[in-house]
């Protein structure tokens, strides 16, 4: 999957990195590295499925996809 992320250099020297896609998923970093590595982690946890999804669900197959 790719997401386009938005990266913006903030007066405070800090980069932020934003995913326009995903509603209120942004992260920050020193670095442009260090932002995208974050922004990387903040769209993996915005995507993963709540555990209580996905109890009691004994008759469907549950797959993961990259």
């Given at each position: 999957?790719k997401?386009?992320?938005?990266?913006?250099?903030?007066?405070?020297?800090?980069?932020?990195?934003r995913c326009?896609a995903?509603r209120?998923?942004w992260?920050q970093?020193?670095?442009?590295?260090?932002a995208?590595?974050?922004i990387?982690?903040a769209?993996?946890?915005?995507?993963?499925?709540?555990p209580?999804?996905?109890?009691g669900?004994a008759a469907?197959?549950?797959?993961?996809?990259?």
């Amino acid at each position: 999957m790719k997401i386009k992320v938005i990266i913006e250099k903030g007066e405070d020297g800090f980069y932020s990195a934003r995913c326009p896609a995903l509603r209120s998923c942004w992260s920050q970093g020193k670095t442009r590295d260090e932002a995208l590595l974050n922004i990387r982690e903040a769209v993996e946890l915005y995507l993963e499925p709540n555990p209580a999804e996905l109890e009691g669900i004994a008759a469907e197959e549950i797959v993961e996809l990259e």
